[in-house]
């Protein structure tokens, strides 16, 4: 490893050259959105995936006329994904960003902006970015209510959005506009576990209830969603994303939408909430619209359990439009400040909101010789993320019962734990996202290795406080995806149309190696073989995948992709991006495009001296190293090392 060092220095210098520089937020026009996006697109092909509501979901414009007109041109919805295109499977966890239902309200649309060009500008540099976009699917629609954006105004058409959702409506008075309908067909393809909702004319974070049939008797007051515990400690999460004012107070009071905003019909809050589990036709509504040539009433039917998110509505700020200075900018982004811009503060929330759509433990694996013997000690470092709370197993486990690469074969998951030799166990607070606050919550869990072929094992339950409940309306356990994934022995969610489907467990096994360990009973020493604390140094310290190799899935499109983008989900994931190199504030064209020719033939050689010497002294983790590991590997980043 040694060898390499002078590469780790070169691989630094060049992502700090990379680095975006400061960006002072400001409003884009509808089409300065959408050729946002798609420069996005185009600089980040295997990450970023972009289309037109209109077109891939032609059912909702059945007259195929325009529905009017945006900046000169007819409107389009533009919907955008941001995930790892490669890793991508049906069960890939979701989460959705709605920029604007009310087009006066124009902050959401540009954080929402600001958030996949920050997932997509520090994908290469950060490992948690990376972990947010590799194993989390970001869905958002900058605009929301596409004509209500381009013409400055609050409705479409003359149509509230946020009154146009089946949900305690009149079956002729929902579906009617293009917003809701766009909507609505993604959340019957798609299994979001959380949303934001933005908009404008107050300061609130608020959740369910937002219905007057979710009030108490003397309608003073929000009743008690079945979520409730859940609602609450994701919403402090984010709250506490969003930072501070100048008085230390929290900058967005959180509470229920009926408790501080207030009751609506035909709002999308409860009915992304609940159109999966409350009663059809009431409050849940089939219906029956005639704006633009009608809207087929099944598509507001819905299959039992498909739409359980648990959703935000984020009132941005007293002002619907702030003025520019109140924006901020992107250096903000990494530091909690009580002056700071609102961009930076909703883009924070949207960010913690990722992380929790998986709950995962990261393990830092101990580096062991060859050879050990039963008996000896070892210390595994681990820290949750996307979780609040966690309690931890670590596990050893015959081989054999084990598929390659120490992966569990589901079908055989309650054998294993039972087969199971437990080292150690501890509850501990999960760690999360550390862009901001230098937070650490690593733990250690140590033990003794039994004799035999074996494979260490991490065993996780997730934020068990999620079931706690003191009044549900209606009576019943939690209903969100996000609870039930985290509560549930064994849970399964299938879309209403599509592929995509949840399939979960309480206990979620996360491998420590690739490598079974062949602890001799004939070595038996008390000598630790070794530890994640003093066997490794920091730089050598890269946490395990999410996904193992064995596991990986052709994605399968979720939406009906254009056919020339088929082609770019193929290549490759982990890109150093020489265009970004246009940010470089000191140089011009030709000399940008002489350092960067020269840059990476030197990285090049490098990366091939680097790889041929690891191939030499570490066989056995060639073949499956993955491109994400290995790129944090030879930049020496792990999560102790400070962003570059
Ligand atoms: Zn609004």
């Given amino acids: 490893m040694m060898a390499c060092a002078w590469t780790r220095w070169l691989q630094v210098a060049i992502l700090c050259h990379l680095a975006p520089a400061d960006r002072v937020f400001r409003y884009r026009s509808y089409r300065e959105t959408h050729d946002f996006f798609e420069d996005l697109k185009r600089r980040y092909p295997d990450i970023v995936e972009i289309w037109y509501a209109q077109d891939i979901f032609p059912e909702i414009l059945p007259e195929k006329k325009s529905w009017g007109t945006c900046e000169g041109e007819p409107c389009k919805t533009l919907i955008v994904r941001i995930a790892n295109k490669r890793l991508l499977t049906n069960s890939t966890p979701e989460v959705f960003f709605s920029g604007a239902l009310h087009g006066d309200e124009r902050v959401g649309p540009l954080t929402v902006t600001e958030l996949a060009a920050f997932l997509c500008e520090r994908y290469a540099t950060n490992e948690q970015v990376r972990r947010l976009v590799d194993y989390r699917a970001t869905w958002i629609m900058p605009m929301t209510n596409a004509h209500g954006y381009a013409n400055r105004r609050r409705d479409e058409n003359q149509m509230d959005p946020n009154r146009d959702f089946p949900y305690l409506q009149q079956p002729d008075r929902c579906m009617r506009t293009q917003t809701a309908r766009a909507v609505n067909e993604l959340f019957r393809r798609h299994l979001f576990q959380f949303m934001i909702t933005f908009h404008g004319g107050m300061r609130a974070l608020t959740y369910e209830w937002g219905s007057r049939n979710h009030m108490t008797k003397k309608r003073t007051r929000s009743t008690e969603p079945p979520d409730d515990t859940a609602f609450r400690e994701v919403g402090e999460a984010i709250q506490a994303a969003a930072g501070k004012t100048l008085t230390r107070r929290w900058f967005y009071p959180l509470g229920r939408i009926n408790d501080l905003v207030y009751p609506v019909e035909g709002g999308m809050e409860d009915w992304s909430y609940a159109a999966g589990w409350e009663s059809s036709p009431m409050p849940i509504t089939v219906c029956r619209p005639n704006t633009y040539g009608g809207y087929a009433e099944e598509r507001t039917k819905y299959r039992h359990n498909s739409i359980s998110t648990l959703v935000y509505l984020a009132e941005m700020d007293d002002y619907k439009t702030v003025p520019d200075s109140k924006l901020g900018h992107s250096e903000e982004i990494w530091s909690l400040g009580v002056s700071q811009g609102h961009v930076p503060r909703n883009l924070r929330m949207c960010l913690k909101l990722i992380e929790l759509t998986r709950p995962e433990v990261v393990v830092l694996p101990p580096k062991l010789p060859a050879a050990v013997g039963a008996g000896s000690s070892i210390s595994v470092e681990v820290y949750g993320f996307g979780c ?163 596991k990986v899935q052709i994605p399968i499109p979720t939406t009906a992709a254009p056919a020339s983008e088929a082609s770019s989900a193929t290549s490759t994931a982990v890109a150093l991006h020489l265009s970004d190199l246009k940010d470089a504030p000191t140089m011009d064209l030709v000399a940008v495009a002489a350092v960067s020719f020269l840059l990476s033939f030197l990285v090049g050689l490098a990366l091939l001296a680097c790889r041929r010497h690891e191939a030499h002294s570490v066989k056995a983790n060639t073949k499956d190293a993955q491109t994400t590991a290995e790129l944090a590997r030879i930049v020496g980043k792990s999560p102790h090392v400070v962003e570059l």
């Fill in 388 to 550: 609040h709370e966690m309690s931890v197993r670590l596990l050893a486990v015959p081989s054999s019962l084990l598929l390659p690469g120490c992966q569990v074969e589901d079908a055989l998951q309650e054998q294993v734990l039972v087969r199971s030799t437990k080292l150690a166990d501890m509850k501990s607070t999960c760690q999360g996202l550390t862009l901001w606050q230098e937070k650490q919550h690593m733990v250690a869990l140590q033990g003794s290795l039994p004799a035999g072929q074996l494979c260490l094992l991490v065993a996780a339950e997730f934020d068990a406080r999620w079931a706690q409940q003191s009044a549900p309306d209606p009576h019943g356990p939690p209903r969100s995806h996000a609870a039930r994934m985290r509560l549930e022995e064994r849970y399964t969610a299938q879309a209403s149309d599509g592929p995509m489907r949840i399939e979960s467990r309480r206990t979620k096994l996360f491998a420590v190696h690739r490598e079974a360990i062949n602890a001799q009973a004939a070595m038996a020493s008390q000598e630790p073989a070794a530890s994640s604390h003093d066997a490794l140094d920091n730089e050598e310290k890269v946490p395990m995948p999410a996904v193992q190799p064995a």
